[in-house]
C-alpha cells in the first residue's frame, strides 16, 4: 500500500500547480490500516518528502506487538501532523458482536488511543464491515466513520463512507 500511496503523490507531484479555488478544494485522504510500524518507519517519510501526511487507523490490541507501531510511534506520526484513528481492539466484523462487544471495541480503542495523548475522532471499520446499529453506536463516540477503500490486492475500489452514513461522503472540517 505505500508503494501505492507513494506512485500517487508523486504523480501529483508533478502535475501542473493548483488553479485557485472558488469552492471547496478537493481532497484525498490516505489512510493506512492497522497500525502497522510501516506508517512510521517508510511512510511517514514518503508522504513528508511530498509534503503531505496521511491517517493512521490503529487497532489498539496490536499496539507494542512485533510489525506494528509503539506508542511513541503513534505519537510521533501525530507530532507530524497525521491523523490518529481508531480501528478497534481487536479489529472484528463488528455487525457480528453483541451490543456490549460492540460498545468495547468502540470505546475502548478510542480510551486507550487518547490514554497515548493523542486526539482520536474518526474510526475506521475493520473490514469495511458496518451496518445501521455499528454507524449508530460508533456516532456516539466519533465524529465520522469510515470504510472502504482501494486495496493494493484485490485492484477494487469502494467509496468511504462518512458521518456515519452510507450513502453520503463528505469532507469533515
Known sequence: MLVLCAALLAACAGSRPPVPATGP???????????????????????????????????TDL??????????????LEEAGWEIMSHTVSHPHLPFLSPAELEHELSRSKAV???????????VYPFNSNNSEVRSAAA?????????????????????YSRHSPSTMTCPG
Open 25 to 59: 478544494m478537493p481532497l484525498v485522504t490516505f489512510v493506512l490500516d492497522d497500525g502497522n510500524d510501516t506508517d512510521f518507519l517508510l511512510g511517514r517519510r514518503i508522504f513528508a518528502e511530498q509534503g503531505a501526511v496521511a491517517c493512521s487507523a490503529v487497532t
Open 63 to 76: 499496539i507494542n506487538t512485533p510489525f506494528h507501531m509503539t506508542p511513541e510511534q503513534i505519537r510521533g
Open 140 to 160: 456516539r463516540h466519533y465524529r465520522s466513520g469510515r470504510g472502504g477503500g482501494a486495496s493494493s490486492t484485490s485492484g477494487t475500489s469502494t467509496a468511504l
Open 113 to 123: 488511543l487518547e490514554g497515548l495523548g493523542v486526539r482520536v475522532t474518526n474510526i
